[in-house]
């Protein structure tokens, strides 16, 4: 198992691809067909969105599968930023099954493809391959019958995916994560919002009036706006801002108010809980000089998308807020 060697390839010898030929036809009981040609072709086409993982054994490839991106993104700006990735033509070969190959391969793929910005890690499951995916935790979806353009081979395959708590964490805005979130927010709202047609054009909202948006709200001095990154990508923001006052018509505030957005592919409790922790050290870095007394989320229509509501209430719950009506949350920090 020592000489089990696993790594990510855009280049491999003719020998290799008769070997991972001649596993296919040992495994399918055929000598019809190369199980490549269309693979191969793809990544010679295109290898930053196609490439194969192999397992090399003294020199021989005993196990390869081949690995797409998820193919819908259009910018090609941020190709290096794909973490959505599909496993296909997954194979052991014949004579080392059931020794651990198949589990140690599986292993590597997983951390190969976690270097490579992985948050969400697919396959279209046959039958014999089914155990192994349940093994490391894939899920499987009987309803999704397709991976961005991708579609199974095969109609009997069903999809299995794994999703990956990845390095979630906070930093300051800057031009190109406001860029990226910018068009998200954007692409969202024209994609929820059917009804857009009928709104004259200078109503509705833009990347650059998002962008503007955000920056204007970090330029206040009772107020903070951060970018929540996921690994290299921009997955949302966090807005957070205090108000501290008392009119002598009985109104007060004395709270920290957090608003969010994330992109609905960085759905994780783990993205939630960091803007939440970002938002306790904004309560205590204003503490001291002001009197404020908690922290205070509202889940309305203006600041989420309602659909993600549930997803949003649940991750506020586990996290100490009390829900005090159907969109304010509060929670008191000691």
């Not at 395959?157 to 300051?172: G, T």
């Not at 990154?229 to 709270?255: L, P, V, W």
């Not at 939630?272 to 922290?295: D, G, L, P, T, Y």
Request: aromatic content about 16%; glycine content about 4%; charged content about 25%.
């Amino acid at each position: 198992m020592n000489n089990f060697k696993v790594f990510k390839t855009v280049h491999f010898s003719e020998e290799w691809a008769k070997q991972i030929t001649s596993m296919h036809h040992k495994e399918h009981n055929t000598t019809k067909g190369t199980y490549m040609y269309y693979n191969v072709v793809n990544m010679n086409y295109d290898p930053k969105h196609h490439f194969y993982i192999l397992g090399v054994l003294d020199e021989q490839v005993i196990a390869s599968c081949f690995v797409s991106t998820f193919e819908d993104y259009i910018n090609e700006k941020y190709i290096e930023l794909f973490d959505e990735f599909l496993l296909s033509s997954l194979i052991v070969d014949k004579d080392y099954q059931r020794m651990g190959y198949g589990t140690k391969f599986m292993d590597s793929i997983i951390k190969i493809l976690k270097e490579e910005n992985a948050i969400k890690i697919a396959a279209f499951g046959c039958e014999n391959s089914r155990k192994l995916f349940e093994n490391f935790g894939f899920i499987k979806d009987e309803k999704r019958k397709s991976f961005g353009s991708t579609i199974p081979g095969d109609d009997s395959d069903v999809y299995y995916e794994l999703n990956l708590e990845s390095n979630f964490y906070m930093v300051p805005i800057n031009k190109d994560d406001l860029n990226f979130v910018s068009a998200s927010m954007m692409r969202e709202f024209h994609k929820h919002f059917k009804n857009t047609e009928n709104l004259p054009f200078i109503l509705l909202p833009n990347g650059p009036m998002y962008r503007c948006s955000l920056m204007n709200n970090e330029s206040f001095d009772n107020a903070s706006v951060k970018i929540v990154r996921c690994n290299k990508i921009a997955a949302g923001y966090a807005h957070m801002y205090y108000h501290d006052f008392d009119t002598e018509y009985g109104q007060s505030d004395h709270s920290v108010h957090l608003a969010f957005y994330l992109d609905e592919v960085y759905l994780y409790r783990s993205a939630v809980k960091v803007m939440v922790e970002e938002a306790i050290e904004f309560f205590k870095s204003h503490k001291q000089n002001n009197n404020i007394e908690c922290i205070k989320v509202n889940l309305d229509k203006y600041s989420i998308l309602m659909e993600r509501y549930d997803f949003y209430k649940e991750c506020l719950l586990e996290l100490g807020f009390i829900q005090k009506d159907n969109a304010l949350f509060i929670k008191n920090v000691e």
